[in-house]
């Protein structure tokens, strides 16, 4: 009887989540589980052979003043972009909720830069902040806009930011607009009844109500941002002089570029585990506030 | 009920898209891939490779598509460590060093070896073992636009360019008629690898002097700023600067619009190479003559370097011999002696501009005036070799050159660009 | 009282506007300047073109392969967003349903794998599938996708079908509803919305994925769409031109994809509001 059921229960197991994990196993575990391996081998990504090296690798990523410097910038675009991804979604997920007309087309268009893949969407903002941008700066004499965003270091990170909010709103935005529609109409009429209404209404009701949503945007931009890759590569390529070069970048240029696999390897590893503190943390302090509806 | 016709729908789909997707795999007797790091010529070994096709129809020769850019490196990479590592490529010459244990040595007694000229076979060779073969010879140097030069200077002579005293008063006389003097590329590729690569290429005509040269800033022997040589490319550098037309926005980098820009004569030279005529060439509005002056680095127009432009051998094709069978190997031999030296192959890179460092290229072959003006300085001898920059594997380029940015728009001074390139040497190791 | 709504709608259509336009300039720029040369491109981005000379699209269709590249698009993104809309969902709702510490620790571990850089696993999957001799083939792509799709749509499953009562499911097992029929007849119509709201994302995602379709397809006849759009750029240039064209013709299925399914997105969301 108990047999059976634990063969029951294990069936139900491997029809629902069976499939599902061994992919999740096969693509994403057992090769990072493998790449970690090599973090530990002088493995040049090329030869056959490697040796093991110990901790080598790791000392000389915490004393690569390089990868330090290029970590904090990659803070700071983090923290910037996601604050103001997550405003400006929050914003027009708001006013595209509130009966404007044509909203379902304005929902449309604000989503389109989401069409577009992450590498070519870069080479034609490149051509926007250096040509475009410029143009107009020096024909209606705006001195700011007369030299490219990308070839002075303060700048060409805003030029990310940018690129990155321009890209990421619309995409949040989705999942905002769901969270706005999705609050119970009796909450809100009842907030109505009570009398509390615009920014009282916003501040009172509706933000708390949108907690699992800010979770979610929040945790997606966390980690998209860190990630960053295919825009640094096609938007600034580290330019001006390696200074917009960010963390994820970095790792692969160590990987294949400087050809020191191992050293790269265990780049990603720390970058992993510092973005994991983070979002973890973000979800955690997150879900307690989160109000049961 | 509505969402299993839904997935039903979907399955349908799957299926048949996975019907159209396999069927054709043909039995080939042999299949080659080929993998090309010069991107800009894809479309041009594409046809090659269908030409063949039709000529040996037993062959079939596949191209790798190749990634962007840096793709390019971590493709390769990944090509080779997933078993897939194509049977013949075309590489860099410091590439040779990473692959060395997986490419074919060529027996220099090939018969068909005679045709390669005497310096070409060298592109290729990796202590003391021919692995490469090169299809083009390019050049590069301070480029000039003859229209805008000659408005100025009507009887212009390169030649007369010999020193850094002649080339500031002709980029004065420029200036002072209203004519913007040069151009520099706000790449690091350009500044680092091109121009100060000259630094370490003008100690000596071959590539082994250059070599000690880095191998003394890498044991620390040597500091750059006590070169002569570091000195005076600097010197000149300034000037180039000072004369920039990008000035406003130096590091803008832009290879399309710098191009664009100097072939609609905006500027009188730029600091380029014959390869911009893969651009130029396709522009409607263009001025069609242009020739090359050295770079100068001091006041004696004897000293090497003053009269020479550098001329390399940037890519060489080599056979891959631990993942392909000797059939393969033997069949990508027979592919590029057919390329390289048969009239038709030839033809191609002809016409795709290249100027092959092969003594039987039909000798009414005419190129561009930029490819034409590098190929006068070669056949005088008057060249500088890059060979011991390219030789040295990994991101020395692209590193130096960031920090030659930095000093283009005053981020560090001298001093400071001379330390942060003495503290990279530093942390590389000698070859 | 209405009057001042409406005349607060007034200024917010118009700023939503402003925003929108904003937001669209740069296909203004892509969709103007597939009609112009790339000269004319560099010079004057902006300047309407005088002509609709489909001259770049003749050459984007002809460089691009473009019909070899749409099928090897469709096929993949198709094949791949099906079996990760599948597996995700009744792998979410297993994990929703069955609160046990594994179920804990393998959501855990899918979280924690999102934020995994690519770069990390890239040398390892191609050491291990190309050994298995599995590299250059459309179905190992797939397969990639499966596993790298896995975590955000079981996250994104898993915090919906929280939200869905699960009275509904006890209801129909009782009536001796087996769990595979109750899974798709109850469980799936509820998750409408949130499915086509994965599906949009993930086909976003691979339709326009560069550097893993990099990676594992070789052949020239199985390239997708990304990687034809990249035979204009050369390694230092942009012929600019023609991969105008060639990106319009890339983003056309996705728009009109986008066109069907938000009418259903809506839908979908308006239903869950009114339940």
């Known amino acids: 009887m108990r047999e059976s059921s634990l063969v029951k229960r294990g069936g139900y197991f491997l029809a629902f989540s069976g499939l599902s994990l061994f992919a999740f196993l096969c693509v994403l575990v057992i090769p990072f589980l493998y790449g970690f391996f090599l973090t530990f081998t002088d493995w040049n990504a090329i030869s056959d052979t490697f040796s093991f090296v110990g901790l080598q690798n790791y000392r000389t990523v915490f004393t690569d003043k390089e990868f330090l410097r290029q970590f904090l910038v990659t803070l700071r675009y983090v923290a910037i972009s996601a604050i103001l991804c997550n405003v400006v979604a929050f914003t027009l997920a708001y006013l595209l909720t509130s009966g404007i007309r044509g909203q379902n087309l304005l929902r449309g268009g604000f989503f389109v830069p989401n069409l577009i893949g992450g590498i070519i969407l870069g080479y034609i903002w490149k051509f926007m902040f250096a040509n475009v941008f410029t143009q107009i700066g020096k024909a209606w004499g705006i001195d700011w806009l007369k030299t490219s965003f990308l070839t002075n270091p303060d700048r060409a990170i805003w030029a990310m930011i940018i690129v990155t909010v321009w890209q990421y709103a619309g995409y949040l935005m989705m999942i905002y607009i769901a969270g706005f529609v999705g609050i119970p109409k009796d909450v809100q009429e009842a907030a109505d009844i009570d009398g509390a209404h615009g920014f009282r209404k916003l501040f009172r009701v509706t933000i708390p109500l949108m907690i699992p949503s800010f979770n979610i945007c929040m945790f997606i931009t966390l980690s998209r941002t860190f990630m960053t890759y295919d825009l640094n590569l096609s938007l600034t390529n580290g330019a001006p002089y390696g200074s917009t070069q960010l963390a994820a970048m970095h790792v692969y240029q160590k990987a294949f570029m400087s050809k020191q696999f191992g050293v790269g390897q265990a780049e990603a590893i720390v970058l992993f585990v510092v973005v994991a503190l983070i979002s973890v943390t973000q979800v955690l302090l997150n879900k307690k506030r989160e109000v049961e509806v | 009920m509505k969402n299993n016709r839904f997935f039903a729908f979907m399955l349908t789909l799957m299926l048949l898209t996975t019907m159209i997707s396999v069927g054709a795999t043909a039995e080939g007797d042999v299949k080659l891939t080929y993998y090309s790091t010069s991107a800009e010529v894809n479309a041009m070994f594409e046809e090659m490779f269908e030409r063949y096709h039709e000529i040996n129809p037993n062959v079939t020769i596949e191209l790798i598509p190749t990634g962007v850019g840096m793709g390019q490196q971590e493709q390769l990479q990944s090509l080779f460590a997933s078993g897939n590592a194509p049977t013949f490529m075309n590489i860099d010459p410091a590439n040779i060093l990473d692959y060395q244990d997986k490419l074919m040595v060529f027996d220099e007694d090939t018969e068909w070896f005679k045709y390669l000229n005497p310096d070409a076979i060298e592109a290729g060779r990796m202590d003391g073992l021919v692995y490469g073969l090169p299809f083009s010879t390019q050049g590069y140097a301070l480029c000039y636009n003859k229209r805008v030069v000659e408005s100025v200077i009507p009887d212009f002579d390169p030649a007369s360019i010999n020193t850094q005293d002649a080339l500031r008063a002709f980029f004065e006389t ?185 003594n039987n290229v039909r000798e009414d072959a005419s190129y561009n005036s930029m490819t034409q003006a590098i190929a006068e300085y070669s056949a005088v001898g008057k060249t500088i070799n890059i060979g011991c920059f390219t030789y040295l594997t990994g991101d020395a380029w692209a590193k130096t050159g960031d920090m030659m940015l930095k000093y283009t728009v005053g981020a560090i001074d001298r001093a400071e660009l001379a330390e942060e390139i003495d503290a990279f040497w530093k942390t590389q190791t000698k070859q | 009282m209405s009057v001042r709504l409406r005349k607060q709608h007034w200024g917010r259509t118009v700023l939503v506007f402003l925003l929108l336009i904003l937001f669209l300039v740069p296909f203004y720029l892509v969709i103007n300047n597939s009609f112009r040369s790339t000269e004319l491109f560099v010079n004057s981005p902006f300047r309407l073109t005088n002509s609709l000379d489909p001259k770049n699209y003749i050459d984007a269709f002809a460089k691009m392969k473009f019909l070899n590249g749409l099928q090897n698009s469709f096929y993949i993104t198709i094949c791949a967003v099906a079996l990760i809309l599948f597996t995700a969902s009744m792998c979410a709702h297993y994990l929703v349903r069955n609160r046990s510490k594994l179920s804990n620790a393998i959501f855990g571990m899918m979280v924690a794998s999102m934020i995994v850089p690519f770069q990390a696993v890239m040398i390892p999957l191609a050491k291990i599938y190309g050994s298995l001799n599995l590299y250059n083939n459309s179905l190992t792509l797939i397969f990639f996708y499966m596993g790298f799709g896995q975590a955000f749509a079981v996250f994104i499953f898993h915090g919906f079908i929280k939200g869905i009562p699960v009275e509904l499911e006890e209801a129909a097992l009782i009536d001796g509803c087996g769990r595979l029929k109750n899974f798709f007849s109850i469980v799936m119509p509820n998750l409408k919305p949130v499915l086509v709201t994965v599906l949009i994302l993930d086909v976003l995602w691979i339709w326009n994925d560069y550097l893993l379709p990099s990676m594992v397809l070789l052949s020239p006849s199985l390239r997708t769409l990304p990687l034809s759009t990249f035979s204009f750029f050369t390694t230092y240039s942009v012929d600019y031109a023609p991969l105008m064209a060639g990106l319009v013709l890339t983003i056309i299925p996705v728009i009109a994809l986008y066109l069907l399914c938000q009418k259903q997105i809506i839908e979908g969301v308006v239903q869950g509001a009114i339940k």
């Open chain 2, 174 to 358: 420029l200036d002072a008629a209203g004519v913007p003097p040069t151009m520099i590329h706000g790449a690091n590729w350009s500044v680092g690898a091109h121009y100060l690569g000259l630094v370490y290429a003008v100690h000596g005509k071959d590539t082994a002097s250059g070599l000690r040269f880095i191998e003394s800033l890498i044991d620390g022997t040597m500091k750059i700023a006590d070169d002569p040589l570091f000195q005076g490319y600097m010197d000149t550098y300034d000037l180039l600067v000072k004369y920039n037309y990008r000035k406003d926005d130096p590091l803008v980098g832009d290879i399309n619009a710098d191009d664009q820009a100097f072939a609609n004569g905006e500027c009188a030279t730029f600091f380029m190479g014959d390869w911009m005529w893969t651009i130029i060439g396709t522009l409607e509005s263009k001025d069609l003559e242009y020739g090359f002056i050295p770079v100068p680095w001091s006041n004696d127009p004897t000293a090497f370097g003053n009269t020479e432009v550098v001329v390399s051998m940037p890519k060489v094709m080599c056979i891959e011999v631990t993942q392909s069978t000797p059939e393969q190997q033997a069949a990508a031999m027979e592919v590029l002696e057919w390329m390289l030296t048969s009239a038709e192959g030839q033809e191609y890179f002809i016409q795709a501009g290249f100027s092959m460092p092969y």
